[in-house]
């Protein structure tokens, strides 16, 4: 059974990241267009983040208009991809796939290589639900070709991971494992023990597509066992 794990590239999924503003910054904005539009952003990243995606595409929407209206096309690229992540999360991935692809096209036209890296891997993660692997698979070794210029090993894994899952779908477990060897390799890297443990289930579940068994279970004995740390930790 292919594996059911997708990394929302922030990612995934184009969380809405840029350098916090100075105070000055802030106050320049304030009150402005772009800095209403600023604000509606935050609110529809805090309400996904929350499990508030009907309103967090009403805040992000709200946030579209408003860059557009001034004219700045960062800011309408940076609401489309978290507009896009949210239609996705909603299972409105047709939707979602049109926002993402519009977010690509703005992030090349500005020249912003990272925008167009997590809008590259956004659209692989919403082309895969669509049945439409080839494409993923195609977005995704993209998104990781750009994570790579750039030097984010981070998003490079969560592509990875996504370009993992494709493959599973399309029965290519050998290269499924290949893609989430190479994130499992950083999240320990990095010591991120949530990302490890989901990495290890999605190699175990290649192994057992595979007809390996006994190696899918070791690895997801090894998933179970760090969770269950990475609980004791969290209740310290």
Do not use: K
Not at 8 to 14: E, L, N, P, R
Not at 58 to 68: E, K, V
Not at 148 to 172: K, Y
Not at 183 to 200: C, I, K, P, Q, T
Request: hydrophobic letters at 40%.
């Amino acid at each position: 059974m292919a594996s059911t794990s997708v990394r929302v590239i922030a990612s995934i999924a184009s969380v809405h990241r840029r350098r916090r503003p100075t105070r000055d910054q802030r106050r320049g904005t304030a009150g402005t267009p772009a800095g209403e539009a600023q604000a509606l952003v935050s609110l529809g990243v805090i309400d996904r983040r929350q499990g508030r995606y009907e309103q967090a595409a009403d805040h992000l929407r709200q946030a579209l208009t408003r860059y557009r209206a001034i004219g700045d096309r960062g800011g309408e690229a940076r609401a489309l991809g978290n507009l896009g992540t949210v239609e996705w999360q909603l299972g409105r991935n047709d939707l979602a796939a049109d926002h993402h692809q519009r977010a690509l096209a703005l992030f090349r036209s500005i020249g912003d290589r990272a925008g167009a890296a997590r809008a590259l891997g956004n659209l692989g993660t919403v082309y895969e639900p669509l049945g439409r692997y080839a494409e993923a698979a195609d977005h995704l070794r993209q998104a990781i070709a750009a994570y790579r210029e750039i030097g984010d090993r981070s998003g490079e894994a969560a592509a990875r991971c996504n370009l993992g899952t494709v493959h599973q779908r399309q029965g290519r477990d050998e290269a499924a494992a290949e893609h989430h060897r190479w994130a499992l390799a950083f999240y320990r890297e990095v010591g991120d023990r949530g990302s490890e443990a989901d990495a290890l289930n999605d190699i175990g579940a290649a192994l057992l597509a595979t007809g390996r068994p006994d190696l899918a279970t070791d690895r997801h004995t090894a998933a179970l066992a760090l969770r269950w740390w990475a609980s004791l930790s969290i209740g310290r």
